[in-house]
Structures are given as structure tokens and as C-alpha cells.
């Protein structure tokens, strides 16, 4: 590992260890608070380029020209759809609702579905293209910042996997902080680092017992990595309260919904935040 100097974007503080060398940027540490991220940040034509195909990689395995929603509703993406919504569903029945990175769509529909008044957005022009014609729900593609959303506009907004790709999560959450109504919500679900599996294979990385070491960040979209403490640090920045927090399993399994909950190892974190 190599001294880098640098500063945290997160706490500021001038310290800062290169934990990887990787194709695109590098793996980079704070020694001060924790936070991972990569360094340098893509140029914005290179951002785009990273993050414009991700939903269709997700949903490889199906055929969008002909799209088989029987087989979809017996896929693991729809569980996760399903289990967002039941959270959401704790807090409000009904509203206005923002989907930020919605991709293809799925979750926005089925929001509506339930009688929210869903939107959502995406960078991605071929995302959009096809949930407008396929869907036909409103999703508009763009940066949050360049849509015309008003302060107080939403009940909720929601975040699945999309604010450790965001060039400023803070100036994010703050933008979203205005755009939320007084009782309104942001959920937002990441990958945990200090998940179980992920601190094994960090164990592993450091000690080279791995014949790829950190092969596991090869995301180089994630421009970020969180564990509960640096999240709970970028929200109290953006002024917003943590009202519930959890960590989730990949699948459908209850014995790990509740080990996860429990003991928070779970590889990914929920978070509800308010005002």
C-alpha cells in the first residue's frame, strides 16, 4: 500500500492510502474516517460511458425485445423490487415518489402499481427509450439536477444501488433534502464493505492468500464504498436524520433477512433518512 497525498472528500482530511492500483482509477482509502473511493473520478464522458449499460447487464438473461414478465416475477431481481417496496410501504401507502436510477423501470411501475404517483430518471437514453415504450410509465432520461423538480415535490425518494455511483453523493443528498416534503423519506440502499464476505475477501487481499487481490471493488462505476459510519457521516452532512438502518441478504432467504438484521454483516445496507 502506498502514501498517497490527498484529500477525503468525505471528511477532508489530508490522508490517504492507495489500497489497490486498478485498470481505470485507483482504490483509495481514508485513514481518517474509513471512506473507499477511486481516484482519480472519471472524466464525464468516461461517467457515462460506465454507468450507461448497467441495468441491461442485469437483466441479461432476458430477451428485451420480447420481454417475459411471467418468468421476471420468478427472478431475484423481483424479489429485491418486492422487498423495496414493502419498506417503502412502512412508511407511506400513497404519494408522490421519485425513483433516482430507475434503469429500466421495473421498481417505478410496480410502484405505481400500488397507487404511488412514480417517477422516475436515468442517464441512460436506452433505458429510457425502452421502459417509455414497453412500460409506458413515466421515466424521463437526464441528471437529477437538470430535471425541473420542485423543492417539497416528493413524498418519497428512492436510491436502489445508485448514490455509490454519483460523482458528489453529498451535493446528491442535499439536492434531494430540498426536493423531499417535511414528512417526507429518502431511501437508499448500497453495498456494505463491512459485510461479512467482503471483509473475508479483504483479509484475504491484504495477506495475498488471494490469487486476485481486490478483485472484489473491480467496479470502476463505484466511485464509492460505504459501510454503516461513513454513510451515517455523509448524511448528517446533508443535514438528514437516520430514522432506519439494516442490512440485507442477495436472496430470498429468511434465516439470512434475520441474521443480517441482527448483526448488520449482511453485503447490502438500508438506509430510511428524513429530515
Known sequence: MTQLIGRCPLCKVSDTIQIARQEINNLMQCRNCGLLYRHPA????????????????????????????????????????????????????????????????????????????????????KTIKWAQETLHIDVRAGKLEEMNFHAGQFDIVTLWHVLEHMPDPLGTLRYLYRLIKSNGYIFVELPNVAGIDIRVKNFLSRYRLKKHPWCHFSMPEHLYEFNSATFRRLAASAGLQIL?????????????TFLYDKTKFGNKMLFVLGK
Not at 431475484?76 to 417496496?85: A, E, K, V
Open 42 to 125: 472519471p472524466a464525464p464522458e468516461d461517467y457515462e460511458k460506465l454507468n450507461n449499460d448497467l441495468d441491461y447487464a442485469w437483466y441479461k438473461e432476458f430477451d428485451l425485445a420480447q420481454f417475459d414478465f411471467t418468468r421476471f416475477k420468478k427472478t431475484n431481481q423481483y424479489f429485491q423490487i418486492q422487498r423495496r417496496l414493502k419498506y417503502v410501504q412502512r412508511y407511506k401507502s400513497s404519494g408522490n415518489l421519485l425513483d433516482v436510477g430507475c434503469g429500466l423501470g421495473f421498481f417505478v411501475q410496480e410502484a405505481a402499481g400500488l397507487g404511488f404517483s412514480a417517477t422516475g430518471i436515468d442517464i441512460s437514453q
Open 244 to 256: 432506519y438502518w439494516t442490512t440485507l441478504s442477495r436472496s430470498p432467504n429468511p434465516l439470512l
